[in-house]
């Protein structure tokens, strides 16, 4: 299922701009990183893809539906979103009534709702903590809480605002293990964050954004060459391409498995 945006323009109330003109396409089962500095529209642009917000001009598309003509609740079939603040999700009274919520109200059979709501639960390692009260967990229980309840609505995509904030290093390792684990399965993902470290890691394409525009579209390669360009949105290039510039890199590689990949061929070279 492709998104698909097309010249999209918004405005705040107050009359501020917040997207001007963007336009791109996602195809199924990609995974892309959407940054910026804070105030670039990056969360604005996500909130159209769920329903959430309406383009004011423009259109934006999930597969075959124009997402101006739906509701958040029937987008929802199709785009989980999982909030930055996960206090701005969570309602019910247990861990399990949380994740279950959505799939009930896709009108899915009980066998099938149980069987995601478990899947989701193990995924995200909460199946002891399924009848404890979510708000009654730490910051970060509570994102996994929400990640789960959007992996248990079985939806082609899944957008992530700043999933690793409040994370400490083995529960990022865990995320990353649940984006494999959803990329597997043909899943979409946007991802927004400012960590490039981590985001270097998890998605092939990243999509820049500066004060409501469009300034650059890119594999992780490419982008993270632009070093001027990212200097000014405000991003702080990941450790591994700086590292691989003071090396000597034409190109530098922010994957670990291909920058140890591209220096062992560098060193096998000097030997010979």
């Known amino acids: 299922m492709n998104i698909k945006v097309e010249n999209l323009v918004y405005q705040y109330p107050d009359g501020t701009p917040a997207l001007n003109g963007i336009s791109f396409e996602v195809n199924s089962g990609e995974r892309v990183a959407l940054v910026g500095e804070n105030g670039s529209g990056k969360t604005t642009l996500a909130r159209h893809l769920n329903g959430l917000l309406h383009a004011q001009r423009g259109k934006v598309w999930v597969g075959d539906w124009l997402t101006g003509q739906k509701s958040a609740a029937v987008m929802a079939q199709r785009v989980a979103f999982v909030f930055q603040n996960p206090d701005e999700q969570l309602f019910c009274r247990s861990v399990r009534d949380e994740v279950a919520f959505a799939p009930k109200n896709f009108r899915f059979v009980t066998k099938e709702v149980d069987r995601f709501v478990e899947e989701a639960l193990f995924m995200l390692g909460l199946n002891a903590l399924a009848d404890q009260n979510p708000r009654d967990l730490g910051l970060s229980f509570r994102k996994r809480v929400t990640i789960a309840c959007a992996i ?3 939806t082609p995509i899944l957008i992530f605002d700043e999933p690793t904030a409040g994370l400490d290093a083995a529960e990022q390792d865990l995320l990353s293990e649940v984006f494999k ?5 043909g899943k979409t993902l946007l991802i927004i ?7 270097s890691e998890q998605v092939d394409r990243f999509i820049l954004l500066k004060e409501g525009q469009l300034l650059l579209d890119a594999p992780g390669r490419i982008f993270f060459n632009q070093k001027e360009m990212l200097e000014t949105s405000g991003l702080l290039r990941p ?3 700086r590292l691989g510039e003071n090396l ?6 922010p994957k670990m498995e291909n920058f140890l990949t591209e220096l062992s061929g560098r060193l096998k070279n000097q030997q010979t």
């Open 152 to 154: 248990a609505m079985q």
């Open 181 to 185: 684990r959803l990329h597997q399965a």
């Open 193 to 199: 964050s400012h960590d490039m470290d981590y985001l």
């Open 239 to 241: 450790q591994l391409a």
């Open 248 to 253: 000597g890199f034409d190109r530098p590689e």
